[in-house]
């Protein structure tokens, strides 16, 4: 056991050891030192990833010990791109990035300590439905949405300037309702109507919870225009109806059924279809001179990528502060120049790690609400994951999505960190052994029920 902890331990270590050079390279290339408040900073995000690791060994001890550390390092290397744009266009981003960070951090070992049966969640999917409903839509409330980029779906605080993205909270919630709605229906959805084409069908009476998902999602794409979050809550849904039913008619359904309205949205939507348009025709002299819309980002963040190569430029002599939003939705761009493709691989293994230890959980948990909430939890990161990286490459259009762990944003970094936490108390649950059975009960209760089927079978004899 000694030697167990040693090893997870020394995972962490390591993790932040890798963070804390990547940060000394970075500043004494551009500042000529170490800042005293990043060095405050970053020793406090030390100390509570410590307690953190602490509290999981106390409280969580069969958890996966393979999922913080690659959250750690993600976040050092996000915010030490961020603290380098920082210093070209002369702001604070990435020390209030830290910031977060221990915040998160804080919340998370509150989830560990209190948290000890997740199940407990379940008593509270209606709750968590409406929740996450009243965060989605609140940026549409007059006086309280932001309309920031052409996208509506940040609300201001009160009496300051500061903004908070509440889609980023409703994913959790969500998760939570569907989790339990499914696994209380997986039953009748999962029994199948007529075949088409090899697929068994759904019976046309079971199609109300998808038909409602999907009217949800349209609205959130024609209102807020935002193309990201309409997408990922759709994609979470019938990912996790998948899961619980086991039938692929479900993913062809929902494939089908966003991919008509996402066709007519880009028709009748200028934003949507400004977004298609860039995706195609990214070098066209007229889109990329285009004030709104235009594709001047993707073709800056390709030009940035291109110049890192295999190796990259260096940590600090690199030009990423010339894409626009290079510290938040264009991230993977920055990461790309300065660390290069080695660096890019480097992050998607990481992501990897995760996304494969949350997959694993969700195998080995034999709870039907558990294994519901893992698939759909790390699922939602590796859907976010994919399409920020796929529309920075051009594999499909720019959603405007984050990227986990990474990008600047206080209400990116809270939320991610409490998945990551839920993901650490279900893998306990998973990886707990089960206590040993008494042979004696289980043959005296297997002798009972074959006595009992005997019975039976003369009674049916006569």
């Known amino acids: 056991m000694i030697a167990t902890r040693l090893r997870q331990i020394s995972l962490l270590l390591l993790a932040m050891a890798i963070g804390f050079i990547a940060f000394l390279q970075m500043f004494e290339r551009t500042t000529g030192g170490f800042p005293t408040n990043y060095a405050v900073a970053l020793g406090l995000v030390g100390v509570l990833y410590l307690v953190s690791w602490g509290l999981v060994i106390r409280f969580q001890p069969y958890a996966s010990q393979s999922i913080m550390p690659c959250v750690l390092l993600l976040s050092a290397l996000g915010t030490t791109m ?27 070992d509150v989830l560990i300590v209190a948290l000890q049966d997740y199940r407990i969640l379940r008593r509270f999917s209606y709750v968590s439905m409406v929740v996450g409903l009243v965060l989605l839509l609140s940026p549409m409330i007059p006086g309280l949405g932001a309309n920031i980029n052409g996208a509506s779906v940040w609300i201001r605080i009160p009496f300051t300037s500061s903004t908070v993205q509440p889609a980023e909270f409703a994913k959790l919630f969500l998760a939570f309702f569907f989790a339990s709605y499914l696994f209380d ?14 697929l068994q069908l759904p019976r046309i009476k079971d199609m109300g919870p998808i038909i409602i998902i999907w009217g949800v999602s349209m609205g959130v794409l024609v209102m807020q225009h935002d ?27 929902g ?49 940035g990528l291109a110049s890192g190569g295999l190796a990259g430029t260096g940590l600090g002599q690199g030009h990423p502060d010339l894409t626009p939003f290079g510290n938040s939705d264009y991230i993977y761009a920055s990461v790309g120049e300065e660390l290069g493709l080695a660096g890019l691989l480097a992050v998607l293994v990481l992501y990897l790690i995760i996304i494969a230890s949350g997959f694993i959980t969700a195998m080995k948990i034999k709870d039907g609400f558990g294994k519901l909430l893992a698939s ?9 994951v994919f399409t920020v990286v796929g529309g920075i490459t051009l594999v499909i259009p720019l959603t405007g999505m984050t990227m986990p762990y990474m990008a600047a944003g206080g209400s990116s970094i809270i939320a991610n960190y409490v998945l990551a936490a839920l993901l650490v108390v279900i893998s306990n649950a998973a990886n707990k052994p089960e206590p040993p059975t008494d042979l004696s009960e289980t043959f005296q209760y297997e002798a009972l029920a074959a006595l009992r089927d005997h019975e039976l079978k003369e009674r049916g004899n006569r």
């Open 227 to 253: 193309l990201g979050t309409s997408l990922m809550f759709f994609a979470m849904f019938v990912a996790m109806l998948y899961v619980s039913t086991g039938r692929k008619s479900w993913i062809v359904i």
């Open 376 to 384: 759909g939890l790390v699922f939602t990161m590796a859907f976010q």
């Open 255 to 303: 494939l089908v059924a966003f991919a008509a309205g996402a066709v007519v949205a880009a028709r009748i939507f200028t934003h949507v279809g400004a977004r298609v348009d860039a995706w195609l025709h990214p070098f066209d002299n007229e889109l990329y001179n285009q004030e709104f819309g235009g594709s001047y980002q993707i073709v800056t963040g390709l030009f």
């Open 185 to 198: 229906h997986r039953d009748q959805l999962a029994v199948g109507g007529k075949k088409f084409l090899g």
């Open 82 to 108: 961020i603290a380098r744009i920082d210093h070209a266009k002369d702001t604070a981003i990435g020390f209030r990035q830290l910031l977060w960070i221990a915040a998160a951090l804080v919340i998370c």
